[in-house]
């Protein structure tokens, strides 16, 4: 992945990174957390043994297949002393959101309070900013 960073020259003729070149680490991580959030924010109240184990799968599989080699590492390690919690659509994303806050952790970044996760990925904050 490109470690540094293409300007362009945009339309309002402002110097601004390119959009259209391979992701880099941050822009991965960013996309790929909107991805999982939002599969946990609309996975099953009440999921089938099926939905449960493709969802198991799914992460055991992207934690040895995530494009940053020691990110997956990291991601392997954890999920053997964190497994994940499929059993619900609240248990789910609160695993992840409390998964995410180790990688935040580990990279000096604020915590986020997972009281809020739905509203971050699911139904908009209280205040209707997102409405
Ligand atoms: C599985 C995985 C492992 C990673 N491992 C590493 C690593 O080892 N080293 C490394 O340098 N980078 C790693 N990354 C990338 C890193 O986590 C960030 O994505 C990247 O640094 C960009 O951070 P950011 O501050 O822009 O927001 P991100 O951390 O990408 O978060 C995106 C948005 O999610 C919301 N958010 C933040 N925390 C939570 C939470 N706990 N629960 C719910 N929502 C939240 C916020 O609104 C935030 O704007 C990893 C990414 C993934 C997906």
Not at 31 to 50: E, K, R, V
């Amino acid at each position: 992945m490109g470690a540094t960073e293409k300007l362009t020259v945009n339309a309002a003729g402002v110097a601004a990174p390119r959009e259209d070149c391979p992701l880099d680490k941050v822009r991965l991580g960013i996309s790929t957390w909107g991805l999982l959030h939002t599969m946990a924010a609309f996975y099953s109240d009440n999921p089938t043994d099926n939905e449960k184990r493709d969802m198991r799968t799914f992460f055991e599989v992207l934690s040895r297949l995530y494009p940053c080699e020691y990110c997956a590492k990291d991601f392997r390690t954890d999920m053997e002393v964190n497994p994940v919690n499929v059993n619900s659509q609240k248990d789910l994303a609160l695993w992840l959101c409390k998964f995410h806050n180790r990688v935040n952790d580990k990279l000096g970044k604020p915590l986020f309070d997972c009281s809020k996760v739905n509203e971050r990925w699911r139904d908009g904050w209280l205040d209707g900013s997102c409405d």
